[in-house]
T-cell receptor, first 115, second 114 residues
Framework: AQKVTQAQTEISVVEKEDVTLDCVYE???????LFWYKQPPSGELVFLIR??????QNEISGRYSWNFQKSTSSFNFTITASQVVDSAVYFC????????????FGTGTRLTIIP | DAGVIQSPRHEVTEMGQEVTLRCKPI?????LFWYRQTMMRGLELLIY????????DSGMPEDRFSAKMPNASFSTLKIQPSEPRDSAVYFC????????????FGPGTRLLVL
């Protein structure tokens, strides 16, 4: 079975602060894929990033960065110099085992950026 | 390029009525997924198709729910009869190629059953 845990239900930070969203996953498969999605107040789900289990390099995209650590089964997401537009619910997701197309989502972290 | 298109965006209906949700996947994508999002249960996979064929419908809550994909560019999710507990946001997503590829989501249909 696979599981994704986002222990932080809600986070509030003041604009321009950095914030890290935690994601811990469980799977018995050696090959798996991790994702982050953003759900802004408008409701759609926006894809942010995908990583596979063989690539532990950290990823940076503008103000966004991701830290993948297999040793701790974590795939954390950091927003640097947060902005009000970053306010959203962020979901971490896992797909494991080639042939199993199911995406397992965490419960999400609601991030509020205070102006 | 157009993303996943869903219609209607909002639906309000009365208990017992039939509801049909529609989805047009991204052109060229061969996987299509239907999800439901509620506060209590989060995001749940209901069913998915590969090349228009249903592969796994184990997430469909009960016989009142049915889904079809008559061609590569169209899918429907039908609820009959609808019940208040079906109120949720229903998302359609599509992806291309191998299972590990990224799923792209539509804007969702917000369903309210009174």
């Amino acid at each position: 079975a696979q599981k994704v845990t986002q222990a932080q239900t809600e986070i509030s930070v003041v604009e321009k602060e950095d914030v890290t969203l935690d994601c811990v996953y469980e799977t018995r498969d050696t090959t798996y894929y991790l994702f982050w999605y953003k759900q802004p107040p408008s409701g759609e789900l926006v894809f942010l990033i995908r990583r596979n289990s063989f690539d532990e390099q950290n990823e940076i995209s503008g103000r966004y960065s991701w830290n993948f650590q297999k040793s701790t089964s974590s795939f954390n997401f950091t927003i640097t110099a947060s902005q009000v537009v970053d306010s959203a619910v962020y979901f971490c997701a896992l797909r494991a085992n080639f042939g199993n197309e199911k995406l397992t989502f965490g419960t999400g972290t609601r991030l509020t950026i205070i102006p | 390029d157009a993303g996943v298109i869903q219609s209607p965006r909002h639906e309000v209906t009365e208990m017992g009525q039939e509801v049909t949700l529609r989805c047009k996947p991204i052109s060229g994508h061969d996987y299509l997924f239907w999800y439901r999002q509620t506060m209590m249960r989060g995001l749940e996979l209901l069913i998915y198709f590969n090349n228009n064929v249903p592969i796994d419908d184990s997430g469909m809550p009960e016989d009142r729910f049915s889904a079809k994909m008559p061609n590569a560019s169209f899918s429907t999710l039908k609820i009959q009869p609808s019940e208040p507990r079906d109120s949720a946001v229903y998302f359609c997503a599509s992806s291309f190629g191998a299972p590990q590829e990224t799923q792209y989501f539509g804007p969702g249909t917000r369903l309210l059953v009174l």
